[in-house]
């Protein structure tokens, strides 16, 4: 069903396809997808929430982890239906990194992407089986990855690659390409979201290919996401019950606040995120009380589903208008998010799975966290340290000295052992020696203009630095 416009937006719209039939950098099916995204957008058909009508998910819709059936003897079967695929199309700039945020070393020298091809290798090794590995790229990290993707020629397994979506950031100010507007550099395109991860496997003849070879469950994750591991009770329990689509949730901590959570609406499971909810419920949208879960983006889905409601163009899912400024011109970006997507397929459900598979790395104070002895490394597989008492994590945070991947690595000599540390605060010229213990809660403050270094070997516990004498 085309988008109802008003005859003003029409002519945006009528004039935004006579400028994009010129781009010629990007192909037929990105062209028609960007304007079909426009279209929707200026028809402002952006699903209204009614506050009154959300209801909580019960078990039958978010299924707890912990009653789902033991994995059944044929495991190489089940294996064989299916397709992991990263979502590899972020740059580590946060992290100071040029290149794909999944190249930067996790632990032992190895990097995410490392991690994801010995695990796939280890299972296909253990069950004689073929698990494939997709990477869905974005255009800025596509020929990185080329690259990258060369040193695993010789490994067991078989490795795919495909971009999403390149769209053109839009003026705000007359609904123009900004590319039409003599900007030829990358700042002009945007890769809109991964919920463009759903079109973009179609169209790249991936998913047909996949299909032809008798898979038919995709197993869709962030590449930064370390707990994120093949789960056979998972990949089981959906293939018993024909669950055409399964998000993993988890439960909500104060830090994750933010996060998207599972609702029932109207009879149907779908996703809440804080941008639909109104000023006046946006505290209600945070509490833990109401909303104890929240997206950990871990996604499992019927190929053959995602072939049916692509090819229908049934996948309209909420648009996220991303405001940016390029050389001081004000740009819109539209992106679509791949969680939105669970309210259009058949006997979709959630399921609450244990905070283990919820391990991102988005800043370098979660890479303290994953290179320290709270964690250990076997078979690409990043586990948890028995030894560790207390189910929740130590919250971390690290000034902007140590923002960067690189000045984060120089400023520590080996990483703390940080496994019975409930808190740590760090600001100012910091430095850490080797074989240092940190115990409790430690706060450690250089004075403005003043190099603190912690010496080696040194065990802090419950302690305010604020000096070398107070070490």
């Keep these: 069903m085309a988008p109802t416009l008003s005859s003003a937006d029409a002519e945006k719209i009528s004039t935004l396809k006579s400028d994009v039939a010129t781009l010629d950098q990007i192909s037929e099916n990105e062209k028609s997808g960007f304007i079909n995204l426009v279209a929707r957008y200026l028809s402002g058909e952006a699903q209204h929430i009614e506050w009154s009508k959300i209801q909580t998910p019960t078990d039958e819709v978010v299924v707890p982890y912990d009653t789902l059936a033991p994995v059944p003897e044929e495991t190489k079967k089940l294996l064989d239906k299916l397709v992991v695929l990263k979502l590899n199309g972020g740059l580590g700039t946060t992290m100071g990194c040029t290149g794909p945020k999944s190249v930067i070393e996790v632990r032992n020298g190895l990097t995410f992407l490392d991690l994801i091809v010995i695990q796939i290798e280890t299972l296909n090794a253990k069950y004689g089986c073929n698990v494939p590995l997709l990477l869905m790229n974005s255009f800025n990290t596509h020929d990185d990855t080329l690259k990258i993707v060369e040193k695993y020629a010789n490994s067991k397994i078989d490795i795919h690659t495909f971009n999403q979506s390149q769209y053109p950031r839009l003026v705000v100010e007359d609904f123009k390409p900004l590319s039409s507007k003599g900007n030829t550099t990358k700042e002009a395109w945007y890769p809109p979201g991964h919920g463009d991860v759903f079109p973009a496997f179609k169209n790249s003849g991936k ?17 930064d996401n370390l707990g994120a591991v093949v789960d056979l009770k998972i990949l089981s329990h959906l293939i018993t019950n024909k669950n ?13 606040v933010k996060g998207g959570t599972l609702i029932s609406y109207e ?21 833990i009380e109401k909303f104890k879960i929240f997206n950990t983006n871990n996604l499992w889905v019927n190929l053959q589903a995602i072939n049916r409601l ?9 648009i996220i208008p991303n405001p940016k400024e390029v050389d001081g011109i004000k740009v819109l970006q539209l992106e679509t998010a791949a969680g939105a997507a669970i309210r259009f397929f058949d006997h979709a459900i959630g399921i609450n799975v244990p905070r283990s598979r919820f391990l991102p790395v988005k800043a370098s104070s979660d890479l303290l966290l994953v290179q ?14 028995p030894a560790r008492a207390n189910p929740a994590n130590p919250s971390i945070e690290l000034g902007p000295e140590f923002k960067k991947v690189a000045s984060f690595l120089s400023r520590f000599k080996s990483i703390p052992s940080i ?20 115990k409790g809660k430690v706060t450690i403050t ?26």
């Design 244 to 256: 055409e689509y399964c998000m993993e949730v988890t439960p909500k901590t104060l830090a994750d």
């Design 207 to 223: 998913l047909d290919a996949l299909l032809s070879q008798g898979k038919e469950y995709v197993f869709v994750a962030n590449s």
């Design 446 to 471: 250089a004075k403005p203009g003043v190099k603190l270094e912690i010496p080696d070997g040194a065990v802090i516990a419950d302690k305010e630095i604020n000096g070398p004498e107070d070490i």
């Design 310 to 318: 692509v090819e229908g163009d049934a996948l309209k899912m909420e």
């Design 419 to 438: 496994i019975d540390l409930d808190s740590l605060k760090v600001t100012g010229d910091v430095w850490f020696g080797a074989s240092i213990t940190l």
């Design 267 to 287: 009879g149907k499971v779908q996703l809440l995120e804080i941008a639909q909810v109104a000023d006046e419920h946006v505290n209600e949208f945070k509490s």
């Design 372 to 385: 320290s002895d709270l964690y250990t490394l076997s078979d690409g597989f990043v586990t948890r340290n």
